[in-house]
Each structure stands twice: as structure tokens, then as C-alpha cells.
């Protein structure tokens, strides 16, 4: 009993030195790492190259009036002559000037779409500046979108989706070409007369 006793202390202590000696090797890694999709939410643009859409709703109105009055009149009289110029009669000059314009520009439009962009560049505060076209025809109408921008993360909707509202610096251009579009532009003889005037 006296052998067995220590033979299971024996056993104890080699057991644990193992165990020690085993641990300075292990190391603990997740089931996850940081780029690894989450189980819980959709799958949404976070990095360079991945795409989202932008729902552009932009309308735009401006409207400008002026208007000027101006009037001006000067009055000037002459005496009669005395002595050798005695022959010089009394007169009067009396001028006056109205002037009077108005003026009037307004101009509107509105541009309804969607456009998938991709992420051009993640900047240090984790914002996204985003850049997408997109080329339409119709009828041999060819029309194109282009946007730039950048966009927040928390404004990305969970199916990938953002207002343009929501886009800072945006730009987008809309730009259409075919026979519509041709006869959108003054003809030469206007342009001609636009130069001169």
C-alpha cells in the first residue's frame, strides 16, 4: 500500500510537469477572425471594391427676379446778355432720363434612378468615397449616369442601400445623347447671334 501511495503521487506530479510543459505551446485562437461575416446581421460594404446603391431622388428649383428704376433729370438757364452781348436771349435746357428693366430666370429639374457604386477608397474616419456609372439606351437614346461621393457606414441600410441624401460631396452627372437630345441644342444660327450679343 506504502508503493502504491506513491506510485499514484509519482504519477500525480509527472502528470502536471507534463501539463505545464505542454501549456507554453498552446495557444487559443477563435472560431472567428475580425474579417469573418457576421451570423447575425446581412452582409453589408465595408471595404474597397464591394458595392452598394445609391436611390438618387434629387430635385432642384432656383428662381431669380430683379427688377431696376432709374430716373434722372438736370435743368440748366441761361440769362440774357448785357452790353455787346445784348443780342444773346435768356434760354433754358431741360433733360430727363428714365430708365426701367426687369429681369427674370428660373430654372428646375429632377433626376430619379438607381445606381450600384463601388468603394473606391475606406478614408482614416472609416468613411467611404464611392464612384459608379451607369450607361442606358433606349431607342438609340443612350443615357448616363455618373456619381462620386462619400458615405458614412451607419447610413448603408441593411440590404445595402443608401439615399442620396445622405451622400456628402456628391457629384452626379446626367448626361443623354441621340436625336432628342440633338435637338435639345441651338442651332448654329442662334449660337452665331449668342456670340455676337
Known amino acids: 500500500m506504502f508503493k502504491r501511495g506513491w506510485l499514484v503521487k509519482g504519477i500525480l506530479v509527472m502528470l502536471l510537469s507534463s501539463l505545464l510543459l505542454l501549456n507554453n505551446n498552446v495557444q487559443a485562437n477563435s472560431l472567428w477572425n475580425d474579417n469573418s461575416e457576421s451570423l447575425f446581421t446581412d452582409d453589408k460594404a465595408n ?31 441761361v440769362g440774357a446778355g448785357t452790353g455787346i452781348l445784348n443780342f444773346i436771349r435768356a434760354f433754358g435746357v431741360n433733360q430727363s432720363d428714365t430708365n426701367s428693366a426687369t429681369g427674370t430666370t428660373s430654372r428646375s429639374g429632377s433626376l430619379d434612378t438607381k445606381i450600384t457604386v463601388q468603394i473606391v477608397e475606406v478614408l482614416p474616419n472609416g468613411n ?33 442601400t443608401i439615399d442620396s441624401t445622405y451622400v456628402a460631396d456628391v457629384t452626379i452627372n446626367y448626361q443623354g445623347k441621340g436625336a432628342i437630345g440633338d435637338k435639345q441644342k441651338p442651332g448654329i444660327i442662334n449660337r452665331i447671334l449668342d456670340w455676337f450679343f
Open 47 to 77: 471595404e474597397v471594391g464591394d458595392l452598394l446603391t445609391i436611390i438618387i431622388q434629387e430635385s432642384t428649383t432656383a428662381s431669380q427676379q430683379a427688377s431696376t428704376d432709374a430716373s434722372q433729370s438736370s435743368q440748366a438757364n
Open 128 to 160: 467611404f468615397k464611392i464612384s459608379g456609372k451607369k450607361h442606358i439606351t433606349i431607342n438609340n437614346e443612350k443615357q448616363e449616369v455618373e456619381m462620386t461621393g462619400i458615405v458614412r457606414p451607419t447610413d448603408i441600410t441593411a440590404d445595402n
